[in-house]
């Protein structure tokens, strides 16, 4: 199954006679260094990648691009749903991230929140020496040039190729290859994501955690799954969080977990997490962190507390 429709790039095979060609200045007659259209298409995508900026980069692909990302991947995962799997939502975005969020996402959203799962970057620029501008199959154009650095940044000029699509009359940069790679490794299990979300993976279930947490955390998960979240707010959540929260405040969360699966699925993923790794203590052994970060969670980490001789949620 292919899970990113396009078709096989004429130009590839082409690609390292091009590029040497033309770092040695080899005339080349294919359709000169492009429009200024094109070449602002290209550059907008290479300073994205240069910063660092998902957004950006977002900004910079076509929309149909993205939207056809998207499609496809988010059809996939809805099969695996239909089948009570989660192995491929998990691969891309984390086991704590719903399913219903992934599908309100919009493209650009998409791309971004996948992004972080991905290895991008580039060299920061003051200008780009265009080279050529080579036709492709389907009104693709690889743009072909050399990176001129600021003065600080030496004097050495860094090949790129970017690859463009028609966008009405102006142009917009396509995903790059680069990316569409590493996305399939993910999808197929080739490589793991980096960052604890490995970790997690591979942890020995309650690992590291008192016998007095686990049997907290047992509880709170079977008050989140019996929706007993008045039981949950008021059992397992720490009394400082209760008493400097606002009673509005508190109620609000109650009746949204009580409402919303969505809301307590995220909550027991989190527990069910944490029972899978060490936890990171502090203050005499009288706080517990465990950190979440790479799971797709809207929290970085499930922090717990020791009072008196009771553990509870802390944040």
Sequence with gaps: M??????????????????LGCIAAVPQTWAGSGSGAQQKAAEALLAAQAAGDAGSMAQAIHESELALLRENLLG???????RNETLL???????????????????????????????????????????????????????????????????VRVPVLVSIVPWGKDW????????QAQIDDLRTGRVRANGPAGAVAGAAPGSGSPQAVLEMLQAAEDNLRAARCEDYYSKQMSPNFRRTTAPKALRTLVQSCESRAEVRERLLTAIGLARKVTPRFEYAGTRATYDLRGQGLPFDALVLELQGKQWYIAE
């Design 76 to 82: 996939e995962m809805k099969l695996q749903a239909d």
């Design 89 to 155: 939502r998990d691969r891309l975005f984390g086991s704590g991230m719903p399913l219903a969020d992934i599908e309100r996402l919009t493209p650009q959203n998409f791309f971004v929140t996948l992004a972080r799962r991905l290895r991008f970057g580039g060299r920061a620029f003051q200008s780009v020496d265009w080279l050529e501008a080579v036709d492709d199959s389907g009104g693709m154009v690889q743009m072909v040039g050399r990176l001129k650095p600021a003065r600080e940044l030496g004097t």
């Design 172 to 179: 917009k940069a396509a995903i790059p290859l680069e990316l």
């Design 2 to 19: 292919r899970w990113f429709k396009r078709g096989p790039l004429n130009f590839a095979r082409h690609l390292p006679v091009l590029v």
